[in-house]
């Protein structure tokens, strides 16, 4: 329900009560990739709403979604999706 927030994998693990190992294989078990592989693809998902609405920054959208880096971002969004940020607004406008 928190994407954007500094998740690690300790993290999720800690809140699942298992440990690091055991939770990344049961996650990937269930859901087919790994926790921070999904929590990235759900980042670049929100992020891809929210570069379609009008004045919104690419800056700001990183921020949004729990990027503090935007080169971060870009290069994430850009592996997912298949061009970069701007490019997807331009696209969606």
Excluded: C, H, N
Excluded at 29 to 40: D, K, Q
């Amino acid at each position: 329900t928190e994407p954007a927030r500094d998740w690690s994998l300790e993290s999720l693990a800690e809140m699942a009560g298992l440990s690091r190992s055991a939770f990344a294989v049961k996650f990937k078990a269930l859901l087919g990739e790994s926790p921070m592989g999904y929590l990235r693809r759900l980042r670049v998902q929100r992020a891809m709403g929210l570069l379609a609405r009008p004045g919104t920054s690419v800056t700001g959208v990183a921020a949004a979604v729990g990027y503090d880096d935007p080169f971060v971002f870009s290069k994430a969004f850009r592996k997912l999706v298949g061009i970069s940020p701007r490019e997807f607004r331009a696209s969606a406008m």
